[in-house]
């Protein structure tokens, strides 16, 4: 006897489901832009190389805080001026990019992998290693993540590198006990005993019975922590904790114009505005993902 | 009831735990020696690295150093900083008005502004009004609030020159400070102008402060006010002819309040993570700077405290925010 009809959707439900889900985001025109505009970002961040019109690094020490080119003083050599040392603040937002995409992508990784099994492993078994896991969980979840994520990155060492790990330490136990909560209210469910008695080990049961079922919470927590690791990361830059200059990360590059915010409004506004929006349009994705997948709040 | 709490402060006592150890392995993991560390670039005799070695205890077993520190921890001494050669508990004391102020003036522009429109916003639902408001909370929530911090200044004292840029109150202005709160103990110096100044100091990192509860407790309260609007008994309270004020003031916000109180609590945490970087905007001398100043200073003994002194205070408003739920809600105190 086989156990592939109890687990896994026929084939063909797949596209139907996709279909489905489209049908909700859809609805939702704030995610459409929001989703939109982060295709575009990821696009610009693959071809940083060939859309930056300078070098991100090199400084033009005849070129220093230029305004803006709509701006007395502005040229278009610098579409959007420069910075205290002659780098184009144009190209550093472009590579920018590279590296906001990436912390999110690596931090939602390490916390999603890690909390999934985390969370599995403790609704799955129960008894004390539930219990285990969870209160490990509450003690991280007691100290405010920024501040942890700060100490683990003194002691870590500053960097882009440790302030992810630091980050996603912090944001993973909020997978854990979201899984965790998934997998308590599926485990009993009928379709699990049936793969159970059809003898599918235990292993088995969590990865491919279980979690495929629990996805959907999980998606939309991605999405939050994928714009919460691009604050925290741009946070830990902005103190000096994480990317160090001169890379072009915009939480650094806005610790670097800090000085300079009575006088030049560009250096300060321009990074902190590129934050701003590519969280915003992940947090409408994120909105619009929940309402798609989340079938209680659908309609509300 | 009782058991309710009992039951609760149990449950409290393996995170306390956790939270100390954490605490403790702090300065283990550190790399390097924490006795060369604490020595700073002058370096030290071997004599009297065993000895300081012997007197901080990093000599016996790890277990039975933990004990210690816990057995200090329990009797108030958080040891003392580096920097200022003083107890870290008094230092903390000395400081905590200040976030506390702030705290409690961005806490209460949250409230005070997050719910009103949150109701709105789900009695009008699909409004422009409701569109406009949540668009702009969602603005809030991805707010970077450093990045907030430094727009503001640009603005509001830059450009208008209306606030100061930094600090508690203006310099011109001197007295003593009983309650710590720059608020109440300008009232009480009864010197002209102090209060205006204390007032001006506190506006901007209040905001920025408030920013991302504000817009948490606004969504939330449209949401749980939305669930509530579509229950059967505020249908049969509309039905049996109560006033529409009623129906909302009592049959609904009532039972909305429930789960916006437990937001509203776990605003304290993202309050303390915010009061890091707002201070340090505005160089408000309260516990977010002192911290952000201890790491870079290195000075461990403030970190490892301070550490534990903040997810202490997090961990007890989460457990008066925990009771306060039980009381208004009996289904979980008797769950």
């Not at chain 1, 992810?164 to 379709?191: C, D, W």
Request: proline share 6%.
């Amino acid at each position: 006897m086989t156990d592939t009809p109890v687990t896994g959707p026929a084939p063909g439900t797949t596209r139907q489901m996709l279909a489905e889900f489209w049908f909700y985001f859809r609805e939702n025109r704030g995610a459409v832009y929001g989703l939109y505009f982060f295709v575009a970002l990821v696009i610009m961040a693959l071809l940083a190389p060939v859309l930056a019109p300078h070098d991100p690094i090199i400084q033009d020490r005849s070129a220093l805080l230029v305004p803006p080119f709509w701006q007395e003083g502005g040229s278009t050599t610098y579409l959007l001026g420069t910075d205290a040392v002659g780098r184009d603040i144009l190209s550093r937002l472009i590579f920018g990019a590279r590296y906001s995409l990436f912390i999110g992508i690596v931090v939602v990784s390490i916390s999603l992998v890690g909390g999934i099994v985390l969370g599995l492993v403790s609704g799955f078994f129960g008894g004390w290693i539930d219990a285990v896991i969870m209160r490990v969980m509450d003690v991280i979840l007691a100290f405010p993540s920024l501040l942890l994520a700060l100490v683990l990155v003194a002691v870590l060492g500053p960097g882009l590198t440790n302030a992810m790990i630091a980050i996603a330490i912090v944001s993973q136990p909020h997978f854990a006990r979201l899984t965790r909560a998934a997998v308590l209210g599926e485990k009993n469910r009928e379709y699990v005993m049936a793969a159970r008695v059809a003898g599918a080990g235990k292993v088995r049961l969590m990865f491919r019975t279980i979690l495929p079922n629990c996805l959907a919470p999980l998606i939309v927590q991605a999405t939050l922590s994928f714009s919460g690791a691009i604050l925290d990361a741009a946070a830990l830059g902005f103190l000096g904790m994480g990317a160090q200059p001169p890379t072009p990360e915009w939480g650094t590059m806005l610790a670097e114009a800090r000085e300079f915010i009575l006088r030049a409004w560009w250096v300060v506004t321009l990074p902190g505005l590129a934050i701003l929006i590519t969280v915003l349009a992940i947090n409408l994705m994120g909105d619009g993902l929940r309402d798609a997948l989340d079938p209680k709040l659908k309609r509300s | 009831m009782i058991k309710f709490i009992l039951g609760r402060l149990t449950y409290l006592i393996p995170t306390f735990i956790g939270i100390t150890i954490v605490a403790f392995s702090f300065v283990r993991i550190l790399p390097g020696d924490p006795v060369l560390l604490m020595a700073g670039e002058r370096g030290m005799t071997p004599e009297h690295y065993q000895e300081m070695m012997a007197r901080l205890g990093f000599d016996r077993p790890i277990w039975e150093q933990y004990l210690e520190y816990l057995w200090r921890l329990l009797h108030g001494n958080f040891g003392d900083s580096i920097n200022t050669k003083q107890p870290v508990l008094s230092d903390f004391l000395a400081l905590f008005p200040a976030t506390l102020e702030l705290a409690f003036c961005a806490i209460i522009i949250a409230v005070a502004i997050g719910v009103p429109v949150g109701v709105l916003a789900a009695l009008k639902r699909g409004s422009w009004f409701d569109q406009t408001t949540m668009t702009v909370a969602l603005i809030g929530y991805s707010m970077p609030i450093f990045w907030w911090g430094l727009l503001l200044i640009i603005f509001f004292s830059g450009t208008l020159g209306w606030t100061p840029v930094s600090g508690r109150i203006s310099l011109m202005f001197y007295f003593p400070t009983p309650t710590g709160f720059m608020l109440i103990d300008s009232l009480l110096s009864g010197q002209k102008g102090a209060f205006a100044s204390a007032a001006e100091h506190l506006i901007l990192p209040s905001i920025v402060l408030a920013t991302i509860p504000l817009a948490v407790i606004a969504r939330q309260t449209r949401s749980a006010m939305l669930e509530v609007l579509g229950e059967d008994y505020v249908r049969t309270a509309k039905a049996k002819g109560l006033a529409p004020g009623r129906v909302v003031g009592v049959h609904a916000l009532r039972n909305a309040m429930i789960p916006v109180i437990t937001t509203i609590g776990l605003q304290i945490g993202v309050l303390m993570a915010g009061a890091i970087l707002t201070e340090t905007i505005f160089s408000w001398p309260g516990i977010g700077k002192w911290m952000v100043d201890s790491i870079s200073r290195r000075d461990y003994p403030v970190v490892q405290s301070g550490l534990l002194l903040i997810a202490g205070i997090v961990m007890v408003v989460n457990l008066i925010v925990d009771l306060l739920y039980g009381l208004i809600n009996p289904r979980i105190r008797h769950s």
